[in-house]
């Protein structure tokens, strides 16, 4: 909406108070960052509300919030429409050793092609990528750009409605998680770097799917890694 309906949420805004309510914190995507230089051009006042966000609630895991990188967004998968531009960006936070927070697509009012070409507004039931979803098209992508980033025995931390009370934390391997139901949405992974300290490991090794294989994981491929 806010791609397309900049106009229509800034019309009379310069005669009267206009809201834009969203999920998470305003700044944290770059359409809303859009939308106040808009208001600007238009000589329109604004005032940013500071929201919980994801950004900083994922510190629930247990890792340390100054050892992420930067933050990557997964989409669906198409057949005909796999971007991987994600896969770049990990690379290079593993590189230095950093986590990578990964953000899970969402699709809500989308239309068909055939809808769309027929102006038909008929949406599409919405759909929210699972931590499953996501760790398989990871998986999938490394087969097809055979970087070494990460593995099927890379450790992630799957997690569901952060802060709500039925929260969920699970901590694997990408491919414990590709089988890992961790309910309703919302859902976000992080793959953990090569920085990972020792503090964060007994962490999220509470959280551990198996912790026999999380521990032979660590001693492996983490420890002393630091």
Known sequence: MVESSSDEILAGADTTDVVFL???DPFGATTH????????EL???TRNI?????????????LQLYNFGQTVSMVF??????????YDRIMENRTIGLHTLVLLDI???????????????????????TVSECARQMLETEEERHGQVYTPKSLAVGVARLGAINQRIVAGTLEQLC???????????????KRTHDLERDFIKAFAIDKAVFDAVWTADYEGKQ
């Open 77 to 86: 998968f198409t057949d005909t429409w796999k971007p991987s531009s994600f």
């Open 179 to 193: 089988e890992a139901d961790l309910g309703p949405p919302l859902h976000s992974l992080v793959l953990l770097g």
């Open 33 to 40: 960052t859009d939308l106040v230089l808009r208001a600007r």
């Open 43 to 45: 000589n329109v006042p």
């Open 22 to 24: 969203v999920v998470g």
């Open 50 to 62: 500071p929201n919980a966000s994801i950004m900083s609630a994922i510190g629930s895991t247990g």
């Open 107 to 129: 699709k809500v009012k989308e239309q068909s092609l055939e809808n769309l070409a027929r102006g038909r507004k008929i949406f599409e039931p919405p759909r929210y990528m």
